[in-house]
T-cell receptor
């Protein structure tokens, strides 16, 4: 069983479109994250949820809207995609206060 | 903006040598530090954590922390080609709810 699973693994889309990425974890963790990794491998936090409550929103454009229906799921919806949104998006989970993050396999988004 | 900085590399070492990876951080309030390894095309995975000044050893890996100098390092002894990856240093903020990652150092171990 995959501990943290993301779908889809690859998205290729045109500028201006809307896309969603889904994430699920079966580790029983209470905290989930979205990280963005750009072409230079810089891994930057976007959002963090604890027990479905948003606790971190790191100055991400409001075109990005996370949603956590329960503590095992964290989805990311992106409106009006731009070229600069091209990156790998990683979902991760942990127990709160733990620095041990378990990452999903990543979703590579390419905006043309 | 709290930052974690690493030399991007690549750091090239021969098989069997010691690889030394370094990291500095700007947030004096950070108390916990982590090293993640990321193979090309894969997701990061935790390999070491360190919370106190000094050294912490786990197998071939040794993490070192110097809070006065705001410096963290990772030593890999008897480097193997399978250690070739990008190593990401991370610090946890005071509130304990966020990890800030450095840009990573790419390590290449040559047979």
């Amino acid at each position: 069983d995959t501990a943290v699973s993301q779908t889809p693994k690859y998205l290729v889309t045109q500028m201006g479109n809307d896309k969603s990425i889904k994430c699920e974890q079966n580790l029983g963790h209470d905290t989930m994250y979205w990280y963005k990794q750009d072409s230079k491998k810089f891994l930057k936090i976007m959002f963090s949820y604890n027990n479905k409550e948003l606790i971190i929103n790191e100055t991400v454009p409001n075109r990005f809207s996370p949603k956590s229906p329960d503590k095992a799921h964290l989805n990311l919806h992106i409106n009006s995609l731009e070229l600069g949104d091209s990156a790998v998006y990683f979902c991760a989970s942990s127990q709160r206060w733990s620095g041990e993050l378990f990452f999903g396999e990543g979703s590579r988004l390419t905006v043309l | 903006q709290k930052e974690v900085e690493q030399n991007s590399g690549p750091l090239s070492v021969p098989e069997g040598a010691i690889a030394s990876l370094n990291c500095t951080y700007s947030d004096r309030g950070s108390q916990s530090f982590f090293w993640y390894r990321q193979y090309s095309g894969k997701s990061p995975e935790l390999i070491m954590s360190i919370y106190s000044n000094g050294d912490k050893e786990d197998g071939r890996f040794t993490a070192q922390l110097n809070k006065a100098s705001q410096y963290v390092s990772l030593l890999i002894r008897d480097s193997q080609p399978s250690d070739s990856a990008t190593y990401l240093c991370a610090s946890r903020n005071n509130a304990g709810n966020m990890l800030t990652f450095g840009g990573g150092t790419r390590l290449m171990v040559k047979p």
